[in-house]
């Protein structure tokens, strides 16, 4: 069967994006089917080149200094992705279309071809139809023949805006079956009067032996906690005047990871920064003696690789996103490893997993995973 898989892509800092993509597609591959991701992105509303100026021009006049530390800091990310080089990877292990579309009127014009489209996994449906070109991850495109379907699709809300629900319902009408990630996507399917079902992110497709054959050791890099920090901008997000003495006491060295995703990734520990490779990265979670992260998918693959963690909720305006790790960790019967204040940190670390009784919760999850994606 010829597949086409559309989600993010083009992330060169963002492992969990990056790690759906891959299992996601090589499952597949692994089942015989032809399979490739699409080269899409939406376009971008480009404001007049004079009026791009004078904004410009404004903002560095307010405040220079502002304008320059941000254009170092850019520039210092993208040196920092070069070393984590996300593309070597990308053209290794993954295929991808031959063509890049700008938008839905170019994937109408020349839609891919394909027996099977499919939207996901991550959060797809996080982007309104409402803006046209969004509609290409409700698959608005293609011929009739080209059965649709959705894998770990996330809303990343509680609710779908009320007036967008009525064309909603006739974009997913066309599906062949929709599974979700979070319940909140199986009550707004429900709410519409589409049936849709609860599937594992497509990571826990595979094992964590079969990461271990990808990853790629650090030398010299001795016992270490892991901090994964994505949607971290302060060190008192993760309690850090309390972990870092517990690391101290533990005689661990601290290694630290970055990445984008609601804000920036940016240095802010006094610890040992680690621009990991993809294989580099998956080597860290399984070598670390613990890993503290906000990161879904850095809490999926400690879960994987058997590694002790915490999670730490975000917060504020960012607390929606926890929904899906508390989910989770709840069906797991590991919500003891999410730390809700400094005094809990310690007895988390301090407790261990009945790891045998996670993976066979894990291994029954991969089965719903592999049973939704059985297209005899």
Known sequence: M?????????????????????????????QGHDVYHLKYRTRKVQRP????????SIKFIINPYKKIKAIKANNLRCNHDEIRDFISFRNLYMNFSTIEYNGTDSLKKNPPIADYYITGSDQVWAQLI???????FYLDFGEKKTNKIAYAASFAMTQYPKELLPDLRQLLLKFKKIGVREND????CKNIGINAILVPDPTILF???????????????????????????????????????????KALNTVVTTA????????????????????????????A???????FHGIIFSILMNTPFVYIPLQNVKAGMNNRVILLLKDLGLENRICYAKEQIKPILDTEINWSKVNMTINEMRETGKSFLNFQ
């Open 260 to 287: 984008d995703g609601l804000i920036p990734a940016c240095e802010i520990f006094e610890a040992q920064y680690i621009y990991a490779t993809p294989n580099e990265w998956l080597w860290l979670i399984d070598n």
């Open 289 to 295: 003696e613990f890993v503290i992260t906000a990161s």
């Open 207 to 249: 094992k964590g032996e079969d990461y271990r054959k990808l990853s790629t050791p650090i030398s010299k890099l001795k016992k270490f906690a892991f901090i994964y920090s994505l949607n971290i901008n302060n060190p008192q997000q993760i309690y850090w005047e309390t972990l870092s003495p517990f690391i101290n006491q």
């Open 185 to 188: 996507g199986i009550n707004i």
């Open 130 to 136: 409402s803006k046209k070109d969004n509609r290409a």
């Open 2 to 30: 010829k597949i086409c898989i559309i989600s993010f892509w083009t992330s060169n800092n963002n492992y969990g994006q990056l790690f759906q993509g891959y299992a996601l597609q090589n499952y597949l591959r692994q």
């Open 49 to 56: 080149l004079l009026i791009q100026y004078i904004i410009k």
